[in-house]
């Protein structure tokens, strides 16, 4: 059976409207401070409701975020067509590594390291940066997952923005880091970079397994 569509409000973003897809509605409200969105069923419903006070749909009165379940609704489920990354940082002995796969398949498409003497931030924002180089040179515009809020703006900043000292052992991270850094710069890409939503769609499809 065909799932149904859902509409979504979009009462405070960048542009407030009805959206019929989840995208676009991510696109008015993601890292926009006290957004207000809710999903609905049908298209008639959600004009209704836009034209309504958002309090009025969220219960316990107006908010500026919604609920785990309501959430849940708005967001939908993960792009089914596209890469997911990872990385995995090693407490006893400090060695980081990290890696890129199909969120779908989970079909591995890239993994560098262990390196010695990292961080788990700076292995997410390597990841990233290698998923949109990866994929510029396949002319592809698949969307990335990570679930580090840390590594994503980083990556917007065009900056690792780390606390890590360098040393003669982690001396190829920091080479890494800069050639990261570098092609940010030099580079536009189309690619969306989203985070995944690990409480409510389970483990990253890229995550070690190592918990």
Not at 119 to 136: D, R
Not at 154 to 178: C, I, M, Q, S, Y
Request: proline share 4%; with cysteine; charged share 25%.
């Amino acid at each position: 059976m065909a799932k149904s569509p859902k509409y979504y409000v979009v009462w405070k973003g960048r542009q407030k409207g009805v959206y019929d897809n989840w995208d676009d509605c991510q696109a008015q409200i993601q890292n926009f401070p006290g957004a207000l969105y809710k999903s609905f069923e049908s298209r008639t419903v959600a004009e209704k409701a836009l034209g309504e006070k958002p309090h009025v749909h969220f219960q316990g009165g107006a908010k500026s975020t919604v609920g785990k379940q309501s959430k849940l609704a708005v967001i939908g489920q993960p792009i089914r067509d596209s890469i997911a990354v990872d990385a995995a940082w090693n407490t006893a002995s400090g060695a980081m590594e990290y890696q890129g796969v199909h969120a779908t398949s989970k079909q591995l498409l890239f993994h560098q390291g262990p390196y010695a003497d990292g961080t788990n931030n700076i292995g997410e924002f390597l990841a990233i940066v290698h998923a949109l180089a990866w994929l510029k040179q396949r002319g592809s515009s698949l969307p990335i997952y990570s679930d580090s809020r840390t590594a994503i703006s980083w990556v917007l900043k065009k900056r690792a923005n780390t606390k890590l000292e360098e040393t003669p052992n982690n001396a190829v991270l920091f080479e890494l880091l800069d050639r990261a850094e570098t092609w940010l710069q030099d580079n536009t890409y189309p690619n969306k970079i989203l985070k995944w939503e690990t409480e409510h769609w389970g483990e990253n499809p890229a995550d070690f397994g190592r918990k």
